[in-house]
């Protein structure tokens, strides 16, 4: 997704209408860049894009600890080679408080383990097989278990599916970076 060019091109505030505008703004300041293009492109479906934001937003914010739903994201984004969600997750993992050496663990893994918790191991081990599989094993979910309640396992399920999914629509849609190297 380095193509500067998107398949939609970012909609202003007629297109984005009044509230997604201001939306879309107020996120572009809050990540000091000059557009969230993510924002931008989904805000042509008005209703739907606050719907969904609404969505995503209560799935970061929900029973998961904030620095779990953080590396499952992580994780999603490094498999599915998704640069826009890897740019804007990495600081919010580490204001949750992965640090930079577990975030390296994280998309090393399974080679690189050792900084990682066992419950951090299970989550990366089920993000991993939902992402690749779209299911989990009785052993995967077990392992999960363990450390999850039955809440927060639903909850890592929808987790991981939303970001999965968003990671394609971006990759589909060509959004381009808001903060471009």
Same mark, same amino acid.
């Given at each position: 997704?380095?193509?500067?060019?998107?398949? #939609?091109?970012?909609?202003?505030?007629?297109?984005?209408?009044?509230?997604? /505008?201001?939306?879309?703004?107020?996120?572009?300041?809050?990540?000091?860049?000059?557009?969230?293009?993510?924002? &931008? &492109?989904?805000?042509?479906?008005?209703?739907?894009? /606050?719907?969904?934001?609404?969505?995503?937003?209560?799935?970061?914010?929900?029973?998961?600890?904030?620095?779990?739903?953080?590396?499952?994201?992580?994780?999603?984004?490094?498999?599915?080679?998704?640069?826009?969600?890897?740019?804007?997750?990495?600081?919010?993992?580490?204001?949750?408080?992965?640090?930079?050496?577990?975030?390296?663990?994280?998309?090393?893994?399974?080679?690189?383990?050792?900084?990682?918790?066992?419950?951090?191991?299970?989550?990366?081990?089920?993000?991993?097989?939902?992402?690749?599989?779209?299911?989990?094993?009785?052993? &995967? /979910?077990?392992?999960?278990?363990?450390?999850?309640?039955?809440?927060?396992? #639903?909850?890592?399920?929808?987790?991981?599916?939303?970001?999965?999914?968003?990671?394609? &629509?971006?990759?589909?849609?060509?959004?381009?970076?808001?903060?471009?190297?």
């Amino acid at each position: 997704m380095s193509s500067s060019q998107g398949r #939609i091109p970012p909609g202003r505030f007629r297109q984005l209408g009044p509230i997604n /505008w201001v939306v879309a703004k107020l996120a572009a300041r809050q990540v000091r860049a000059p557009e969230m293009h993510l924002f &931008t &492109t989904l805000g042509h479906r008005q209703l739907l894009f /606050w719907t969904w934001a609404i969505y995503s937003g209560r799935l970061m914010r929900g029973r998961l600890p904030t620095i779990d739903s953080e590396l499952v994201i992580l994780r999603v984004g490094h498999l599915r080679s998704c640069e826009y969600e890897l740019q804007h997750h990495r600081r919010m993992a580490r204001k949750a408080g992965l640090d930079t050496d577990t975030q390296a663990a994280i998309f090393a893994w399974p080679d690189d383990s050792g900084k990682l918790s066992p419950r951090q191991r299970a989550l990366l081990a089920a993000t991993d097989e939902f992402v690749k599989d779209r299911t989990l094993t009785d052993a &995967t /979910w077990r392992q999960l278990a363990d450390h999850l309640d039955r809440r927060q396992l #639903i909850e890592f399920c929808l987790l991981a599916s939303q970001y999965d999914g968003l990671a394609a &629509t971006m990759s589909a849609l060509k959004i381009p970076l808001d903060n471009p190297r």
